[in-house]
């Protein structure tokens, strides 16, 4: 059986490419989905991707996930650091969750280095760009 992946991308990542590419690249969205796509078939897995800027919508993807796939890559974008609906969704729905962040959040302002739903995911992976996806893919290909 092959293992489907949700990729949820949060606020403003629509945005790639455009919004300061000093931190996120110069890549747009559609790249990252496209070679997101590309490493998950290259590790067996299936893979939807959605996008929101909108907490709950965020949170109503989260509940649908918990039936429907078998893990999830969130990045939660500035919501990572306040957002306590979206940590309980996480914890609530038990298959796995993968943080991720394309920039170092901890090297970032002083806001951005705490984030409120790491301690309910399975793991985090930040700093390394895009790269941040792909290493998220291969380990949800190995849980």
């Given at each position: 059986?092959i293992?489907?992946?949700?990729?949820?991308?949060?606020?403003?990542l629509n945005?790639?490419?455009?919004?300061e590419?000093?931190?996120?690249?110069?890549?747009g969205?559609?790249?990252?989905?496209h070679?997101?796509?590309?490493?998950?078939k290259e590790?067996g897995l299936e893979?939807?991707?959605?996008?929101?800027?909108?907490?709950?919508?965020?949170?109503?993807?989260?509940?649908?996930?918990?039936?429907s796939?078998?893990?999830?890559?969130?990045n939660?974008?500035?919501y990572?650091?306040?957002?306590?609906?979206?940590?309980?969704?996480i914890a609530?729905?038990k298959?796995?969750?993968?943080?991720?962040?394309?920039?170092?959040?901890?090297?970032?302002?002083?806001?951005?280095?705490k984030?409120?739903?790491?301690?309910?995911c399975?793991g985090?992976?930040?700093?390394?760009g895009?790269?941040?996806?792909?290493l998220?893919?291969?380990?949800?290909?190995?849980?």
């Amino acid at each position: 059986m092959i293992k489907k992946i949700l990729v949820i991308h949060g606020p403003n990542l629509n945005l790639l490419g455009e919004r300061e590419p000093g931190v996120y690249g110069s890549a747009g969205i559609d790249v990252l989905n496209h070679n997101i796509i590309d490493r998950a078939k290259e590790n067996g897995l299936e893979c939807e991707i959605f996008q929101s800027n909108h907490e709950g919508a965020i949170i109503d993807k989260l509940h649908t996930a918990r039936t429907s796939f078998d893990g999830v890559i969130i990045n939660a974008g500035a919501y990572t650091h306040y957002s306590y609906a979206i940590r309980d969704a996480i914890a609530a729905i038990k298959i796995p969750v993968i943080e991720v962040h394309i920039s170092n959040i901890d090297a970032r302002e002083e806001f951005r280095s705490k984030s409120v739903i790491a301690p309910v995911c399975r793991g985090s992976i930040c700093g390394f760009g895009f790269m941040s996806y792909y290493l998220a893919v291969q380990a949800m290909a190995e849980l």
